[in-house]
C-alpha cells in the first residue's frame, strides 16, 4: 500500500465515521423531538408541581406555628399546674394543722 491509497483508505473511514455520526444525530433528534403539545403539557405540569411546592412550604409554616401554639400551651398549662398542686399542697397542710389543733382544744 503505498502513500496515496493510504490517504484514500483513510479519507473513506473518516467519511463513513462522519456519516454515521450525522445519522446517529439526527435518529436521535427525531426520536427525542418534543412537539408543540408535549410541551404545554410540560408547562402544566410545571406549573402544577410550582403550586404544589407552595401549599407543601405554606403547610409547613402552618404546621410549625400550630406545633410552636401548642407548645407554649403546654408550658403554660404545666406551670398552672404546679402551681395548683403547691396550692393543694398548701392547703392540705393547713387542714391537716386546723384538725391537730381542733383535737387539742376538744382534749382539753
Known amino acids: 500500500m503505498n502513500r496515496i ?3 484514500i483508505a483513510t479519507a473513506i473511514v ?3 465515521a462522519f456519516l454515521m455520526g450525522w445519522f446517529t444525530h439526527w435518529m436521535i ?3 427525542v ?4 403539545g408535549d410541551m404545554s403539557d410540560l408547562d402544566t405540569m410545571a406549573q402544577q408541581l410550582h403550586e404544589a ?7 409547613i409554616t402552618y404546621y410549625q406555628q400550630r406545633e410552636a401554639e401548642m407548645s407554649n400551651q403546654q408550658t ?7 402551681a395548683a ?7 392540705r397542710h393547713e387542714a391537716e ?3 391537730t389543733y381542733v383535737e387539742r382544744q376538744n382534749a382539753e
Do not use: K, P, Y
Request: aromatic share 6%; no cysteine; glycine share 6%.
Open 53 to 59: 411546592e407552595e401549599q407543601r412550604d405554606q403547610a
Open 5 to 7: 491509497e493510504l490517504i
Open 85 to 91: 398542686m403547691e396550692g393543694l399542697r398548701e392547703a
Open 97 to 99: 394543722e386546723l384538725r
Open 14 to 16: 473518516l467519511f463513513i
Open 76 to 82: 403554660q398549662t404545666e406551670a398552672e399546674l404546679r
Open 29 to 31: 433528534h427525531r426520536f
Open 33 to 36: 423531538r418534543v412537539g408543540n
